[in-house]
């Protein structure tokens, strides 16, 4: 039977509250693939107007919400994609992250190519590999210059057993980026704190999400965020 979460932006007086639990997701891909746009869409509210600086090492935010009732933190740790920063990103960064989202630009076949080599450091450095794993194909706006397919990114995600796969556009899609996040969150939640260490998850129901503006079964979100609209 499917159940309803609810998961909103806290806003107001209701920041003050103390948090139930803290989730870290740590985000990882090439540069360039719109990494740090995307945390800064949700954990701002907004795409950035101004071309975002180079990552070096790892940037951070925090955004909080409550979900079922339950106010909760997610902490997004950016990551630096380029080859000689990433000396820089020791094994702490890794250490107890509940969730790892992994982005790739649709236009950039080697940032897709190259997925294998951040999914491997990340279990290198996390050897458990308890994290929910999450891949997003970026710049789906972009379809005169697309070069890897949808197809191949499904294939990628159910071949390595991630959690979920989008396609989107952080630029054009703002909705699409909070619905993800918010997704995430509302999983994790979902799960007994006993037990985050060491879920892995397959999906095979129907919740339902909840956000400030829209309500859409998991299947129907799938299909619109893996649309190349």
Not at 34 to 43: H, I
Not at 54 to 60: A, E, K, N, P, Q
Not at 148 to 167: C, I, K, L, P
């Amino acid at each position: 039977m499917s159940r309803i979460v609810q998961v909103r932006e806290v806003r107001g007086p209701s920041r003050n509250q103390s948090p139930s639990v803290t989730y870290k997701v740590i985000i990882l891909g090439n540069s360039g693939v719109g990494k740090t746009c995307m945390t800064c869409a949700f954990g701002d509210g907004a795409f950035p107007q101004i071309e975002p600086e180079t990552t070096i090492g790892v940037d951070f935010k925090e955004k909080t919400l409550k979900i079922d009732g339950d106010i909760v933190n997610l902490q997004l740790w950016d990551t630096a994609g380029q080859e000689r920063f990433r000396q820089s990103m020791t094994s702490r960064y890794y250490r107890d992250v509940h969730a790892v989202l992994l982005v790739y630009d649709v236009t950039n076949r080697h940032s897709f190519h190259n997925l294998r080599v951040w999914l491997t450091e990340y279990y290198n450095h996390s050897p458990s590999g308890s994290a929910l794993l999450f891949l997003v194909g970026n710049k789906n706006d972009l379809k005169a210059r697309r070069v890897v397919e949808q197809r191949s990114g499904q294939g990628f995600a159910e071949a390595h057993d991630f959690t979920y796969f989008w396609e989107t556009s952080v630029k054009e899609k703002q909705d699409e980026v909070n619905h993800i996040f918010y997704m995430m969150a509302a999983m994790l939640k979902k799960m007994p704190r006993e037990l985050l260490d060491q879920y892995s998850h397959r999906s095979g129901d129907d919740d339902v999400i909840i956000d400030d503006q829209d309500m859409t079964t998991k299947a129907d979100a799938n299909k619109r965020c893996c649309s190349s609209t």
